[in-house]
């Protein structure tokens, strides 16, 4: 299609979490500091040997692996979400959240400071075979501000006028 690695890594960077590696031939410093700036995990030149390969994928998957086991999740001195038991806590009080409630919690808390549209959100969310629209999401954010708002001042999901939300800290 014409994509170059660098291009395809930065235009999928936002919506993978897996390790992305580069395995290339081509070795300058500028080159391998662009994989990685472009969203790269590893950069990996030619030649390479397979046990090398297999072990740099091996350790990337521990990794992964590693950080994912950390459901436990602190954003304030005020807020613990916890994402392997769906709970969520201000000040030590639970805050009862609804099932997709939640998941939208979860995905821009994960995702802190990036933009989300509604329709992309939706899509994220209830599939691309949902069986509503996109306006669902507005009502589930009234609701989570809403529940937020019987323990904290703290306004954690943010409205960027004319594109979606996002997540401050």
């Keep these: 299609s014409g994509t170059n690695g660098l291009e395809l890594c930065s235009s999928i960077r936002n919506f993978v979490s897996c390790p992305i590696l580069f ?5 300058s410093e500028q ?5 990685l700036m472009a969203g790269g995990d590893d950069y990996i030149t030619k030649p390479f040997s397979m046990k090398e390969l297999l072990a740099r994928v091996s350790a990337h998957l521990r990794r992964e692996e590693r950080s994912s086991c950390k459901s436990l999740g602190k954003f304030s001195e005020e807020l613990i979400i916890d994402y392997g038991k769906r ?3 201000i000040h030590g009080q639970p805050v009862s959240l609804s099932k997709k409630e939640f998941e939208i919690v979860q995905l821009l808390s994960r995702h802190a400071g990036q933009v989300f549209d509604r329709e992309r959100m939706y899509e994220l ?3 691309i075979d949902g069986t509503g629209d ?3 999401i507005k009502e589930h954010i009234r609701k989570i501000r809403l529940k937020f708002a019987e323990y904290t001042d703290k306004t954690y999901i943010a409205t960027v006028w004319g594109v979606g939300y996002k997540w401050i800290n």
Excluded at 23 to 27: H, Q, Y
Excluded at 31 to 35: M, P, V
């Design 125 to 127: 969310l209830w599939g």
């Design 23 to 27: 395995l290339t031939a081509r070795i």
């Design 87 to 89: 709970d969520v806590y």
């Design 134 to 136: 996109s306006t669902v």
């Design 31 to 35: 080159d391998k500091i662009s994989g």
